[in-house]
């Protein structure tokens, strides 16, 4: 990284996503709405809420920039809900038991 681009970094936290959109907070609480380069899609980096970053911040109604994503000390990915999924099924099990009930209403 060249100094010029390394002076203009800010240092944060992810705090909110929306729409292809991350919003970060710095340390005085200040907030920037940020775009997420394509390289870190290439790179299978996926940007999670409290991740820690670096980024430059936008001028005016402009949107800033991800730079880096810091390494990650913790990771929480919700689980995925079934509700209708009995204790000893799969999610195949489940499908097949809603066709076949469907199929006995028709």
Known sequence: MTQELQAELHQG???RFFG????AADADGQEYTLRCPKKFRHQRLSPLVGDAVRFTPGQGEEEGWL???LPRKTECI????YPHLRAHET???LVCRLLLEKKKTI
């Open 13 to 15: 936290v992810l705090v």
């Open 20 to 23: 292809g959109f991350y919003v």
């Open 67 to 69: 730079v880096e994503i």
């Open 78 to 81: 919700r689980p995925v809900a």
């Open 91 to 93: 999610v195949l099990d």
